[in-house]
Every structure is written in structure tokens, then in C-alpha cells.
């Protein structure tokens, strides 16, 4: 967050904090069965998916591909920056540890929610929901929340408007239209 305001000159919005009950757990689902579908089964990392990312990486001649969590996520949210690195991606394994053995899975969701990046400066679901649509978060169609959910692979350059012209992010969308 820091990061992206002084380097990249982001504006900061007012933040929301929203207690993960008053969440839809539909939308608490359909963030899990997207970003990781075995966040309530590991121990905040996915072995054959951090393999595959090096191998495709290796392959690539640099760092394209990622294998994080929603473990992984919260971590480099919370205490690191962007840059991707291994030096990063090495801290980030240490601070997800940790949180693994200090925190349950319902605090790190929560948390996640209430501290992931949706767009320029805008950190929370409940926050996004309030820029994108001018409602708290409760107040979200299912329609809405799907198309919030999807802009996450790149929340900086696509929002829940545009989402369309993003393959994956389309994809996401399609996926969550058929599934939830």
C-alpha cells in the first residue's frame, strides 16, 4: 500500500473494515473457490503449484508466473511490497508461516478481505464496493461481488466495469456465473 502511494503516487481511500460475518458467504466462497480452492486444506502453500511456477518461470527467463495463496497473498499485502523477486517471494514464505501458526483461516480471509488491493488506492472489499457502486459491501448484488471477485488478477488496471477486456478476468466471471 505504502508502495504503490509513494512510488506510484496511488491516492489512498478511506478504508472500511467490515468483520468477516457481516461478509456474504457467498462472496467469502466465490473468493476461495477463484484465488484458492484449498485455502481451508493447506498450510499456506500449494507444493505442485510453487514447482510448476518456478519450472514455468525457469522456462521464461524471469518471474511471470505465481503459485500464491490466499496466504500468500495477505502476507506480501500486509508487510511487503509488489516487487517480484525471489528475495520477495523468500520473505513472503516466512511471513506466511508465521501467520499460518498465529492465525486461523477465518482472521487471514478477513484480513485478506479487508486489506487486498481492488484498484488504485482502494484496499478492502467493503471499500471497493463503496467506490465501485456507492454501497457497503452487504448491499452488493451477486452480479456485482462476481465481477469485484474477478478484477483480482489485475485490480490495477481493470475495475468491475471494465472487467470484460480481460480474458482472465472474463473467464473468472464466466466461471463464477456457472458455479455460484
Not at 19 to 27: D, F, H, Y
Not at 54 to 80: C, D, H
Not at 135 to 161: C, D, E, F, H, W
Request: charged share 25%; glycine share 6%.
Amino acid at each position: 500500500m505504502l508502495q504503490r502511494y509513494l512510488i506510484r503516487g496511488y491516492p489512498i481511500h478511506k478504508r472500511y473494515f467490515v468483520p468477516l460475518e457481516k461478509i456474504p458467504k457467498s462472496t467469502q466462497n466465490m473468493l476461495i473457490a477463484l484465488e484458492d480452492g484449498n485455502f481451508y486444506k493447506h498450510f499456506g502453500f500449494e507444493w505442485k503449484m510453487v514447482r510448476e511456477a518456478y519450472e514455468r518461470n525457469q522456462k521464461a527467463g524471469k518471474i511471470r508466473f505465481g503459485a500464491s495463496t490466499l496466504s500468500n497473498q495477505l502476507a506480501r499485502t500486509i508487510f511487503l511490497t509488489t516487487d517480484r523477486n525471489y528475495l520477495r517471494k523468500y520473505l513472503e514464505v516466512q511471513a506466511t508461516l508465521i501467520m499460518e501458526l498465529c492465525l486461523t483461516k477465518k482472521r487471514m480471509l478477513e484480513l485478506y478481505l479487508n486489506y487486498v488491493e481492488w484498484g488504485k488506492g482502494i484496499y478492502g472489499y467493503d471499500t471497493a464496493a463503496r467506490y465501485y457502486y456507492g454501497v457497503g459491501s452487504q448491499r452488493l448484488s451477486r452480479t456485482q461481488a462476481k465481477k469485484m471477485i474477478s478484477i483480482l488478477t489485475n485490480p490495477i488496471k481493470y475495475s468491475p466495469q471494465n472487467y470484460y477486456r480481460s480474458p482472465s478476468a472474463r473467464q473468472r466471471f464466466q466461471m463464477l456465473q456457472r458455479y455460484f
